[in-house]
């Protein structure tokens, strides 16, 4: 063969390979606005955000959880799966909250704002969900310094699970909580991952 004729065959026989790379994962060949991931949705259907994994809680677990913007801080919060009354596991409706962080407060029965807890990695502004009854509310902790809450802290209670009242401990880092955001209100449960 010629070099003219050998290198238009090669050319061709390069450029189908190119053209023909892409696949149905590769975002340079979806159509605009089609989006492949996994969403989590609110009771009424509509879009919370992505499902992720935001950080390793104190047992070294990851929750599932988004990433949200409240208030001007942008936060992860979990989700874990829905329980029914006699405490069975539904496969596919989750609830706001996370099953193996305690959260101390400055009360003796649990009630108002809990401290938040830090986490020296955290790239998001640090968080906290305390549930009462069906209701989820989202403690965020201000754009500051961590300081020792241990001397304040009267009580504490792990995840779902009843409180418990206590001396103060040696030493707690965290923040109290700047605000507050429904997580109920404003996305209903049960959620769902699409």
Same mark, same amino acid.
């Given at each position: ?21 892409? $696949? ?21 259907g509509?879009f919370? !955000? ?8 104190? @047992?070294?677990? $990851?929750?599932? !959880? ?12 979990p ?9 069975? $596991? ?14 101390? @407060? ?26 009462q ?18 001397p ?8 779902? !699970? ?11 880092? !965290?923040? $109290?909580?700047?605000s507050? @955001?429904s997580?109920?209100?404003h ?8």
């Amino acid at each position: 063969m010629k070099a003219p004729i050998k290198t238009a065959v090669i050319l061709i026989a390069v450029a189908s390979l190119w053209s023909g790379r892409g $696949t149905a994962d590769d975002p340079r060949t979806r159509h605009e606005g089609e989006r492949r991931f996994l969403a989590v949705v609110d009771a009424h259907g509509r879009f919370v !955000g992505p499902l992720t994994s935001g950080r390793t809680d104190f @047992f070294n677990n $990851t929750p599932p !959880g988004v990433v949200l913007t409240v208030n001007g801080a942008i936060v992860f919060v979990p989700i874990h799966r829905a329980s029914d009354a006699d405490g069975h $596991t539904l496969a596919s409706h989750y609830v706001w909250g996370d099953v193996s962080y305690g959260y101390s @407060f400055r009360t003796s029965d649990c009630s108002g704002p809990p401290f938040i807890r830090g986490e020296p990695t955290g790239n998001l502004r640090p968080a906290a969900i305390v549930r009462q009854g069906g209701e989820a509310t989202l403690y965020i902790a201000p754009d500051s310094f961590s300081s020792d809450f241990a001397p304040l802290v009267r009580s504490v209670r792990f995840a779902e !699970g009843p409180c418990a009242s206590l001396t103060p401990v040696d030493r707690e880092e !965290g923040w $109290t909580p700047e605000s507050s @955001f429904s997580l109920s209100e404003h996305f209903p449960e049960p959620l769902t991952v699409r």
